[in-house]
């Protein structure tokens, strides 16, 4: 009221001062009071444009709230980020129903402008419910449970920060394919497949510890079988020269490696083969008499018979045996320790018309000719010598008296 009545006033004394003619001039000098009242309306249009502008920052400011809402779906974000434990209880969707709630208040915790502009407020609240059940429809898809309330009271108590870390709708794609990658890799860290190749790896090196050097031994062998009839023979001799590095006493291995020997012409080699097994034990009949006919061969007699005595212990009732030590007893002239081994061979095999002849030789080597001219004379009963050999005992009984 009293800047109307200044204003009254100074009314009044221009008119004062235009009714008398020399006081133009200072009516002219009166114009600075109304350039006094010209900062008032300036001032009253700053206030009137305070108020309009603080009206839109106000208004900005309420949309800006609206669109918190619109990214209210942050917590229903959490729905996919807990994807990778959706495995076990699946119900991640409603979890972030409840959750969505409290964001709801955050744009009515903004009454202040409600003065000036109430109606927005409604609005912008209306905008922020649709946008949060829109998300929540989205996170039910993946969802396969039903119950949502069991769900909302366990996923808060798992995980509450997730939620925080996603703040807009367009980060939730992003989300989705992570969650949907972690599912993937969670379900392939647990594949039945790797515990069985680890059941099957567990098995194989149980074979492998229950493989002994005997049983490598005898795969070896089959194996050096397989490449002489294919006639290979020097592979096979290699594996064998193997099959006996993982067990020296395998007896069927060092036989057929001292056959092969002999055949290639290498008696020294075949020859050492069987002397180191016997060097161990003696008491091998069937190694004995196969290195004693290779010594008959090469012409050592006496070694031949040193091998045959060492294992005579092991070959008591081995007729072959014995019949081969006293054929190299008598080509050592050693005719009575030979006539006592043929008649322990011919007590176990009658038929033998060799050794009946073998018989006769050194009993008519040691004078004995009765003896001798039966032992002949049954020797050519048994009808087993050869046309030669029957000839040679017709010939010894023509000579005996």
Same mark, same amino acid.
């Given at each position: 009221?009293s800047?109307?009545n200044?204003?009254?006033q100074?009314l009044?004394s221009?008119?004062?001062t235009l ?13 600075p009071?109304?350039?006094d ?11 009137v ?5 603080g009206?839109?920052?106000?208004f900005f400011?309420g ?5 918190? /809402? *619109?990214?209210?779906?942050? &917590?229903? +974000? !959490?729905?996919p980020v807990?994807a990778p434990?959706?495995?076990? %209880? ?5 979890a ?5 709630q409290?964001p ?5 915790a903004?009454p202040?402008?409600a003065e000036g ?19 929540v429809a989205e996170e039910k898809? /993946? *969802?396969?449970?039903p119950? &949502?309330a +069991? !769900?909302?009271?366990?996923r ?5 920060a %997730?939620?925080v ?17 972690k599912?993937?890799t969670?379900l392939g860290k647990?594949?039945p ?5 680890a ?10 510890r229950?493989s002994?050097?005997?049983e ?7 194996? !050096?079988?397989g490449l002489?009839?294919?006639g290979?023979?020097?592979e096979g001799?290699?594996v064998l020269r193997?099959?006996?590095?993982e067990?020296a006493?395998h007896?069927g291995?060092?036989?057929a490696?001292f056959?092969?020997l002999v055949e290639?012409?290498?008696?020294e ?8 097994t ?5 008491a091998q009949?069937q190694m ?8 008959l ?8 018979e ?10 008591v009732?081995n007729?072959?045996?014995r019949?081969?030590h006293?054929a ?20 176990l095999?009658?038929q033998?018309?060799?050794?009946w002849?073998g018989?006769?030789?050194s009993l008519?080597?040691d004078?004995k000719?009765?003896e001798?001219?039966?032992?002949f004379q049954?020797a050519r009963?048994?009808?087993?010598l050869t046309?030669?050999l029957?000839?040679f ?7 005996l008296?």
């Amino acid at each position: 009221m009293s800047l109307i009545n200044k204003m009254l006033q100074d009314l009044e004394s221009r008119r004062a001062t235009l009714s008398g003619d020399a006081g133009t001039q200072h009516e002219i000098r009166s114009l600075p009071p109304q350039r006094d009242a010209l900062p008032w309306a300036k001032i009253f249009l700053v206030a009137v444009l305070v108020l309009v502008a603080g009206a839109a920052i106000w208004f900005f400011a309420g949309s800006q709230t609206q669109s918190v /809402p *619109a990214s209210a779906p942050v &917590p229903i +974000t !959490a729905g996919p980020v807990a994807a990778p434990i959706a495995q076990a %209880p699946i119900v991640q969707a409603p979890a972030t129903a409840p959750e969505a709630q409290p964001p709801a208040p955050a744009p009515a915790a903004a009454p202040q402008p409600a003065e000036g502009a109430s109606t927005p407020p409604p609005a912008i609240a209306t905008p922020s419910q649709p946008a949060l059940v829109v998300p929540v429809a989205e996170e039910k898809k /993946p *969802a396969v449970l039903p119950p &949502p309330a +069991t !769900a909302a009271k366990t996923r808060p108590a798992q995980e509450p920060a %997730p939620p925080v870390r996603k703040e807009t709708p367009s980060s939730r794609k992003p989300t989705e394919d992570r969650s949907g990658l972690k599912v993937a890799t969670t379900l392939g860290k647990v594949p039945p497949a790797e515990s069985q190749g680890a059941d099957d790896g567990s098995r194989i090196e149980k074979k492998v510890r229950m493989s002994t050097p005997r049983e490598r031994a005898e795969n070896e062998y089959r194996r !050096a079988l397989g490449l002489v009839n294919q006639g290979r023979i020097q592979e096979g001799i290699a594996v064998l020269r193997g099959a006996l590095s993982e067990d020296a006493s395998h007896a069927g291995v060092r036989l057929a490696l001292f056959s092969l020997l002999v055949e290639q012409q290498r008696f020294e080699d075949a020859q050492a083969i069987l002397e180191e097994t016997l060097a161990r034990d003696p008491a091998q009949p069937q190694m004995a008499s196969r290195l004693a006919r290779l010594k008959l061969t090469r012409g050592d007699a006496r070694g031949a018979e040193d091998t045959l005595s060492r294992a005579a212990g092991a070959a008591v009732d081995n007729p072959e045996y014995r019949a081969l030590h006293a054929a190299v007893l008598q080509r050592l002239t050693f005719h009575k320790k030979a006539v006592a081994e043929y008649q322990a061979a011919l007590r176990l095999v009658p038929q033998a018309g060799v050794w009946w002849m073998g018989l006769g030789i050194s009993l008519e080597a040691d004078a004995k000719l009765p003896e001798a001219r039966d032992a002949f004379q049954r020797a050519r009963a048994t009808g087993a010598l050869t046309p030669e050999l029957t000839e040679f005992v017709e010939q010894r009984l023509k000579r005996l008296p």
